[in-house]
């Protein structure tokens, strides 16, 4: 099924990727189900969702959240995508109206999956602001079933070139988590983007002390959402939950050859009903 176009203001060569933009994932076929309804059915929905391009509500209680991850200060070897001023202080209030956006739209989704990855890539998220999101992505839209769709409208290119980003694992996320209803909220142990020192366009796995300052932001997330169960994409997300006593499945983090399993463990989470339980101990 190809992603949708959106109505977003793009430039002549992002709307012909966005045209040409398809989801080629020979998995993607297969429609996942977690049980019961989206409780967007039980909301009221200003968002594109319904189809209908206009201004999505704007969720205050998001506004402390995105403030808290905008305020944090990381080492040389990390970028803070949301930061308020320095270099790119524009680029970083349109992440964080972009993250505001998004969880605007999950929120009338009303999410019962949290799906959390290592770290932010410098292709995807430290780009977009959104988790697992490349600006390819972000501005040309997901269809979801029933004729809805998000991402897309309203949201903004945080960058100066023409060029779009695509991510692999990116792809790959969302080829798979947009047929599962409701549709699971995305995030980050650590919500930053960790380099190699040096070379800002790399991308390294967190450090200890890095997944610790995550870590309060996995727990308000569980605050701000109805989420009832957790997964780990990948070694570190799992270690994070651990120490929280977040009780969580792991699945293969999609990169480096672990699509296939990576799609079969969603495949799984997605046919149990397990509600979300804090560890013993």
Same mark, same amino acid.
């Given at each position: ?31 996942? +189900? ?7 059915? &039980?909301? $009221?929905?200003?968002? /594109?969702?319904?189809? @209908?391009?206009? =201004? *999505? ?96 409208? +309203? ?7 023409? &060029?779009? $980003?695509?991510?692999? /694992?990116?792809?790959? @996320?969302?080829? =798979? *988590? ?104």
């Amino acid at each position: 099924m190809p992603m949708a176009i959106t109505n977003a203001p793009m430039t002549t060569k992002a709307t012909a990727f966005c045209r040409r933009a398809t989801s080629d994932d020979p998995h993607s076929s297969q429609t996942f +189900g977690s049980g019961g309804g989206s409780s967007a059915s &039980r909301r $009221s929905s200003s968002s /594109s969702l319904n189809g @209908v391009d206009c =201004t *999505i509500r704007v969720v205050a209680r998001f506004d402390r959240f995105i403030d808290e991850l905008a305020r944090v200060e990381l080492s040389d070897r990390a970028v803070n995508q949301y930061f308020r001023g320095g270099p790119d202080a524009r680029g970083n209030a349109l992440r964080r109206r972009n993250l505001r956006r998004y969880l605007g739209e999950m929120d009338t989704i009303g999410p019962r999956l949290l799906l959390v990855g290592e770290a932010v890539s410098h292709r995807g998220g430290r780009l977009t602001g959104i988790a697992f999101t490349s600006e390819s992505l972000m501005l040309c839209g997901v269809d979801l079933p029933g004729g809805r769709r998000i991402l897309g409208d +309203g949201y903004r290119k945080a960058t100066t070139s023409e &060029r779009l $980003s695509t991510e692999a /694992s990116a792809t790959m @996320v969302w080829s =798979t *988590i947009r047929r599962i209803t409701p549709l699971p909220l995305l995030w980050n142990a650590f919500p930053f983007h960790p380099f190699t020192r040096g070379n800002p366009l790399s991308n390294r796995m967190p450090s200890a002390a890095e997944l610790a300052i995550g870590e309060r932001f996995i727990e308000w997330l569980l605050r701000l959402f109805p989420i009832e169960r957790v997964v780990a994409i990948g070694n570190h997300a799992a270690s994070s939950l651990t120490r929280l006593g977040i009780e969580h499945v792991k699945v293969r983090h999609p990169s480096q050859g672990g699509k296939r399993l990576f799609v079969e463990g969603m495949a799984r989470m997605s046919l149990e009903r397990r509600p979300r339980r804090r560890c013993a101990g």
